[in-house]
């Protein structure tokens, strides 16, 4: 026999123990174990290993639990398995529910943090989930200076416990032609749940061009200035035509000074020739000066903005498409790509889980049309929509502790287009709590319902991006309340007055019938479901009644009929075994009185107490019934209405045989452990093996739990049977039967 604690609480990367109170019911001296099944074999060690019990002995056994911080989050339930090296009885478990909590961590590094290169550079970035539950990990990547664009592949990961991802981050620095290495460092972001981690990078970066190649460019820079002094001169002297192209103010030098009357004139008195609006040669560049491509993104799904996507702006060069500008959206959608100078350029939007639009809708470069860029002026309305790939929302559901299985709709409508069916997805829950909502229209918000039979239906928010799996938080259903409601009567006419009576957990729910109006009707509301209540009617002149009610998840019982029997009679009393405890699902019958009436014994609360009301006066025999235990019977006395308690112990319907084996030897015979020993009554064969344990005689043998009847014992050698003997089995008795082993066997 077995007892210990039914649930345990264990932290991530923390330890447990089970203490287990053991009680050797056999009649050897037994080595008990204790073994965890439903839980990796590294995990669990027993204190002791083996357990040392006398018959009718108790010890106690730790079982400690020790687990990694990886180990999954949420309720984990094992079965700690005890069993004898004897034998003679079989294993036994208790069950136990492992509760282990979240423990979120995540951890990120780069191997090398500093590459040297002239403009580019890729960058290794390891991220790991030490924690316990699933991770949805966002990577962004960030420079002080913003000289840097930086490409992550991907952007964001979804991590299982113990599990890692590596992310690759392409980095481009600014063109640099002159001096030495210049170090531009940046840093790439995690973040999931509550978890921010950091890891710095540096991108080295060396010059293009060496002392040798500036000296020889610088040469013909000076040789290409004479030149054009020479053309200058030539063109100021021969031409006539005017210049065909014009320039915006802002790419004019402003060089007039105000003089005392107010007019522009330059430094030295001249008038100055720069246009209005023109830029100042000193001070700092005023913002604007560039042209600047402007719109937003959206969704084809739910026609919203759509954040963390990359727009980019090319230009048309001899060689094909240059890339000269990007830009991330906004939560909301809108983007702007400043700093452009004026001219045509092809703008394109893409991120991972997205198809790339060129605008205004084409899926390539070739169907896109140019938009132009406009100098101190903002290019707006440059609007694309993204398609986004199918998204996969996975989840548990949490029923509880159940025996029947729970069959749990889950069911995902898209926020924008709740009575679009072609946007609902509806799957059922696993047996085990899990599911899967495959080919999500993606990106979108979506509301999961969650509904399952007796429990209060439970909804959540998702939102998902394009071609993500969503790893949603686990739902924990809430049952529903349930009552029990019926009538009491007297056999044939409602009975007001009647106190009707359950508990709920330890604590007592007491309600009446009224005697006005409905008469005889009682409701116990608010009851907690699942659960099995015992409901007592009393009323005074009344014998007493039980009722017991089990209640599924969410059920009401409204159609408890119970008839209360006046001045008749009642018997308490409690069945127990030999050991004094209670012994539940005893069959009580009593006969032999004016009428006969039948009660189980409880298996809960009080185990083996029994009530059997409604008797009427008289004298009555009790008639106590259990499989694997002999009959028993109790007269009891009613003649004035009123017993006191019964109480009867039953006796095991099997019996016991045991002995010695001895080997004949010089006219003695010596106790000789190691020989097989069989019982058989013709039928059946039992089979054991006689031992040398301290606290027993050696070679001390023994048979339990034996139906009564004859019985022939044997000891065999060389599969000859060299001695026998017959012994006859009583209930709940040991008989004692010595055998002897000729000498030399």
């Known amino acids: 026999m077995v007892s210990g604690v039914d649930v345990l609480e264990v932290a991530p990367g923390g330890s447990g123990e089970i203490l287990l109170d053991v009680v050797n019911t056999g009649t050897v001296i037994d080595g008990v174990s204790a073994h965890v099944m439903g839980l990796p074999v590294e995990h669990a060690t027993s204190r002791p290993s083996v357990l040392a019990l006398f018959p009718d002995a108790t010890g106690q056994l730790v079982v400690r639990l020790d687990l990694p911080t990886s180990f ?9 398995q005890v069993v004898g090296q004897a034998g003679v009885a079989g294993a036994v478990h208790h069950d136990v529910d492992l509760v282990v909590g979240t423990r979120p961590q995540l951890s990120i590094s780069a191997a090398p943090t500093v590459v040297r290169s002239r403009r580019r550079a890729t960058f290794e970035v390891q991220v790991q989930n030490r924690g316990n539950v699933p991770l949805d990990v966002a990577l962004r990547a960030t420079d ?10 991907p952007s964001t990961l979804s991590l299982a416990p113990g599990t890692g991802a590596v992310c690759s981050v392409r980095v481009q620095g600014p063109r640099q032609l002159l001096g030495g290495d210049r170090e531009r460092a940046l840093q790439v972001e995690a973040t999931a749940l509550d978890q921010h981690e950091v890891v710095p990078l540096v991108l080295r970066q060396r010059s293009r061009l060496s002392a040798g190649v500036i000296t020889a460019m610088v040469l013909l820079a000076i040789l290409a200035a004479w030149a054009s002094i020479f053309l200058f001169g030539v063109g ?13 103010p802002s790419f004019f030098a402003a060089t007039a000074v105000t003089g005392a009357a107010g007019t ?3 430094a030295n008195g001249a008038a100055s020739g720069a246009p209005a609006g023109a830029v100042a040669r000193t001070g700092v560049l005023p913002a604007g000066v560039g042209g600047t491509l402007s719109g937003t993104v959206t969704a084809t799904s739910d026609g919203l903005g759509v954040g963390r996507m990359t727009v980019e702006a090319w230009r048309t060069s001899r060689t094909g498409l240059v890339l000269v500008g990007s830009a991330a959206t906004q939560q909301d959608g809108s983007y702007a790509i400043a700093g452009l100078f004026p001219g045509a350029y092809l703008v394109s939007v893409k991120a991972d889980g997205f198809t790339t639009v060129w605008y205004p809708s084409a899926a390539a470069s070739a169907g896109a049309k140019p938009v132009t860029a406009v100098a101190q002026a903002v290019t707006g309305t440059i609007d694309l929509t993204v398609t986004g790939a199918p998204a996969v929302i996975n989840g548990t559901v949490d029923v509880g502790a159940v025996t029947t299985p729970v069959i749990t709709t889950v069911v995902a409508r898209a926020t924008w287009a709740r009575d679009d069916a072609t946007l609902t997805r509806t799957v059922q829950a696993a047996a085990d709590g899990t599911y899967t909502l495959p080919n999500v229209v993606a990106p979108g918000t979506y509301e999961l319902s969650f509904t399952a039979p007796g429990y209060q239906p439970t909804t959540i928010t998702e939102t998902v991006t394009g071609g993500q799996t969503r790893f949603a938080p686990s739902v924990t259903l809430q049952s529903g309340t349930g009552q029990i409601a019926g009538t009491v009567t007297d056999g044939s006419h409602p009975l007001g007055g009647v106190v009707v009576s359950t508990t709920v957990g330890s604590a007592p729910i007491v309600v009446g019938t009224p005697t006005l109006g409905a008469v005889g009707t009682f409701v116990i509301p608010g009851l907690p479901t699942p659960g099995t209540y015992v409901v007592t009617f009393t009323a005074p002149g009344f014998t007493p009644a039980t009722v017991v009610v089990d209640l599924t998840a969410g059920q009401s019982k409204n159609d408890v009929a119970v008839a209360l029997a006046g001045g008749a009679g009642t018997v308490n009393g409690r069945i127990l075994a030999p050991d004094g405890s209670g012994l539940g699902q005893a069959t009580v019958t009593a006969t032999g009185g004016p009428s006969a009436v039948t009660g189980t014994s409880l298996t809960t609360g009080t185990v083996g107490s029994f009530t059997l009301a409604g008797l009427k006066p008289g004298i009555y025999t009790l008639m106590v019934t259990l499989p694997g235990y002999a009959s028993q019977s109790v007269a009891v006395d009613l003649s004035t209405g009123v017993a006191a308690p019964v109480t009867v112990t039953m006796r095991p319907s099997w019996g016991t045989v045991q002995g010695v084996v001895r080997t004949a030897s010089a006219g003695t015979a010596t106790g000789t452990a190691g020989i097989s020993v069989q019982a058989t009554d013709g039928q059946h064969t039992w089979t054991t093996t006689s031992t040398a344990v301290a606290g027993t005689p050696t070679g001390f043998y023994s048979f339990g739990q034996l139906p009564p009847g004859s019985y022939s014992l044997t000891l065999s050698e060389a599969g000859r049977v060299v001695t026998t003997a017959v012994v006859q089995v009583v209930a709940g008795s040991t008989a004692s039967q010595d055998l002897t082993l000729p000498a030399g066997g």
């Open 72 to 80: 999954p989050a949420g309720t984990h339930p094992i079965t700690v």
């Open 144 to 153: 002080s200076d913003r000289s840097l664009q930086a490409t992550l592949t």
């Open 236 to 248: 100021a002297i021969l031409g006539a035509d005017p210049y065909t192209k014009v320039a915006p």
């Open 264 to 266: 522009g004139t330059g």
